[in-house]
């Protein structure tokens, strides 16, 4: 028995994904990646048995969902130390690098198989003493010297962001920008707020923000003299899947605090060309086609200049969507290679 265990992850209020209690549902609308992925190691016969360790304030059944005969299994704990965890697993996957990790690893240190951790944020490598046998990266620059660091590939739901290529779509916008004001350090808004303001040239471009906190983003916009951003307040995946596939371009300024957003491969996936700070982590792989690298000095040209050859960009994505970052080529490039690894 192949087993391969997911922990994810410590914030709670987040996670929906328990509302799907059969498969079809489930993959129709769980957006979240590193869930969905294992049931493609399921399918694809790397793995008999997947466990998803949850934690939850309240005891929650398990929902099994059976996948060509092997299972797929959601498990939810208060406390990750409570369960004794057996029987063992080939592989488990930390998404997140929460504290509640290292404390599991270094109580049960032999106890998971090969070790995958995969941080986010200030937590890019473990912070709480947890040792693991691979640190997974979403931009090369973030490698540590002396551990063994591999590259993680990853892309979005193929079942919620996908392209309009084959219907007649009118372009509404010039530039799709999703992110939240919650994140008000990590996002870039006033970065982008403020070079709007002192361009002429984007100041004519029709913009429009998807996240929350859209109070904050009008107020900061009325600051600095900007009229030219629609802010379309919090949507769900598939109304933010429709507005992409509605405009030219997504945009993604995250800075160095932010981790690798997950919202570049999602704007991508939905055929969309993509606006990316060449300081935002994402993996040197997917910006081979359809992306706009962009920093301090030419951002304002590099803009105007993707807008213009828009058509060139859109084909370019488009192709790598078959391609870098088709759904059975990046878990594909990630199992392989998880696989080939000695503990």
Sequence with gaps: ????????????????????????????????????????????????????????????????????????????????????????????????????????????????????????????????????????????????????????????????????????????????????????????QEYFIKKVAQSEMLRRLRIVHCGNKSKVGKRMCKEYGVDNIEFMGEVDRPRLNEILNHSMFGLNLSNMNDGCPRVSTEILMSGTPLIIAEYTRLLKYYKQRGVVEVNDNNIVERVLNGIENHLKYKSEVLMAINEELSYDVVNKKNIDLWKSTKI
């Design 1 to 188: 028995m192949r087993r391969f265990w997911l922990f994810r992850s410590n914030i709670k209020h987040l996670e929906y994904y328990h509302q799907y209690k059969d498969l079809k549902s489930f993959e129709k609308n769980c957006h979240d990646f590193y869930m969905i992925f294992p049931i493609w190691l399921l399918r694809n016969d790397y793995f008999d048995e997947v466990t998803i360790w949850r934690l939850s304030d309240t005891v929650l059944p398990d929902i099994v969902f059976d996948i060509d005969g092997k299972k797929y299994i959601q498990k939810w704990v208060s406390n990750f130390l409570q369960s004794t965890y057996e029987p063992k697993p080939d592989m488990s996957f930390w998404r997140g690098g929460f504290q509640e990790y290292d404390q599991v690893v270094k109580s049960k240190p032999d106890h998971f198989g090969l070790k995958l951790y995969l941080g986010a944020g200030r937590r890019i490598t473990p912070q709480w003493g947890g040792v693991y046998d691979v640190l997974l990266m979403e931009d090369k620059k973030d490698f540590v010297r002396g551990k063994k660091c591999y590259p993680f590939y990853k892309t979005a739901s193929p079942n919620i962001f996908y392209s309009y290529v084959n219907k007649i779509v009118n372009l509404h916008w010039d530039i799709c920008w999703p992110c939240n004001f919650r994140q008000i350090r990590y996002k870039g």
